[in-house]
């Protein structure tokens, strides 16, 4: 098997350095995961960005619950975008939907240009979306860089097919990113089955936390590590030994 890229979700500078060391070629900080992750705040971001070498992907979400967003929250979530990209993220990692489910492309366009030539994932609000090889043709003319998506299934390792058809139809112009509940399991058998050249892990690598055991999936969705817990470097680099 070829070389897979290993994406961590990490909620914490720490474990964005802990990442780092095991080994992970990108990380995607977040905050207040018991939320399914937030917008961190611009400390953390600068903190990162000055303590490890290796790409940094921040999320930009206001608030747990749907992508669905206001005008004011669409404002405040520019603001974030340029701030993090100020701050030092190579990456922007975004949502937003309609209320039927579908892509929102205003308001995507609007944080993709507040973006400013950044790197783009689309997160996994596209497993809501009702009709995703059409939401994949949406990203892809918006320029969007990659899309995280577990399938649509509660778990990567139950949207295989899908996210196999999503790779094809992405035909080289978008990048499926598959995420949700890959572990040191199942990490083989979905990128064989999927061809995938990148995953997203989060809790399969994290220690587990004082508050709660890692759950794998926040609200909305959004794979993240658990609460309280911390990315142990040997767990990354045993997941990385796995991929070949």
Not at 63 to 92: C, N, Q, W
Request: with cysteine; aromatic share 2%; hydrophobic share 40%.
């Amino acid at each position: 098997m070829s070389e897979t890229l290993l994406e961590c979700c990490v909620g914490s500078v720490e474990s964005a350095v802990n990442a780092a060391l095991g080994g992970a070629a990108r990380v995607e900080l977040c905050s207040a995961l018991e939320l399914g992750g937030v917008t961190p705040s611009r400390a953390s971001i600068k903190l990162a960005r000055k303590m490890i070498d290796i790409p940094l992907f921040v999320l930009v979400r206001p608030r747990g619950g749907d992508f669905h967003y206001t005008p004011i929250e669409l404002d405040v979530m520019k603001e974030d975008v340029a701030s993090a990209r100020r701050s030092g993220a190579d990456g922007i990692v975004l949502g937003a939907l309609r209320e039927d489910g579908s892509i929102d492309a205003g308001q995507t366009a609007g944080l993709i240009e507040a973006a400013a030539g950044a790197s783009i994932t689309f997160h996994r609000a596209f497993d809501s979306t009702p009709d995703p090889l059409a939401a994949l043709e949406t990203l892809c003319e918006l320029g969007v860089d990659r899309v995280l998506t577990s399938g649509c299934a509660p778990r990567a390792e139950d949207g295989t097919e899908l996210l196999d058809r999503l790779r094809q139809a992405a035909a080289g112009r978008i990048g499926i990113l598959p995420g949700g509940g890959i572990n040191h399991e199942n990490c083989r058998r979905i990128i064989e089955l999927t061809g995938a050249g990148e995953i997203h892990v989060g809790s399969a690598v994290c220690s587990a936390g004082p508050r709660q055991e890692a759950s794998g999936l926040g609200p909305g969705g959004i794979e993240t590590p658990a609460p309280g817990g911390e990315t142990d470097p040997e767990s990354v680099r045993r997941l990385l030994d796995l991929l070949g």
